[in-house]
């Protein structure tokens, strides 16, 4: 069962800045996709960032509300994503997961994984 352990949340005023840390146990090999998640209270989860391609350079994907102002990235040496978030809002203020998409190349195929982690608390006070 994969486990994604998620860090470097807290509290921050509005305009401020945080880097999130997300790291998964899982063999870098079988890593096709990570991504950033976040649930504010009352609402669904969303998707934040993506990274796809892990292997060949990755192709980066935001919602258009946090476009220019985070920045998604990995480790190619490790199966850790990270999320730079810059010029914070109040509206930032949410749990933020991680997961994964994992690809098997014996069978060629995709598993998104369920197990979702304990995420990290980004509060922005105005």
């Known amino acids: 069962q994969v486990q994604l352990v998620e860090s470097g949340g807290g509290l921050v005023q509005a305009g401020g800045s945080l880097r999130l840390s997300c790291a998964a146990s899982?063999?870098?090999?079988?890593?096709?996709?990570m991504g950033w998640y976040r649930q504010a209270p009352g609402k669904q989860r969303e998707l934040v960032a993506t990274?796809?391609?892990?292997?060949?350079?990755?192709?980066?994907n935001y919602a258009d509300s946090v476009k220019g102002r985070f920045t998604i990235s990995r480790d190619s040496g490790k199966s850790t994503v990270y999320l730079q978030m810059n010029s914070l809002k109040p509206e930032d203020t949410a749990i933020y997961y991680c997961?994964?998409?994992?690809?098997?190349?014996?069978?060629?195929?995709?598993?998104?994984?369920?197990?979702w982690g304990q995420g990290t608390q980004v509060t922005v006070s105005s």
């Open positions: 990274i796809t391609d892990w292997h060949i350079g990755g192709s980066l």
């Open positions: 997961n994964l998409i994992t690809h098997s190349a014996a069978s060629g195929d995709y598993y998104q994984n369920n197990n």
């Open positions: 899982v063999s870098i090999v079988n890593i096709y996709s």
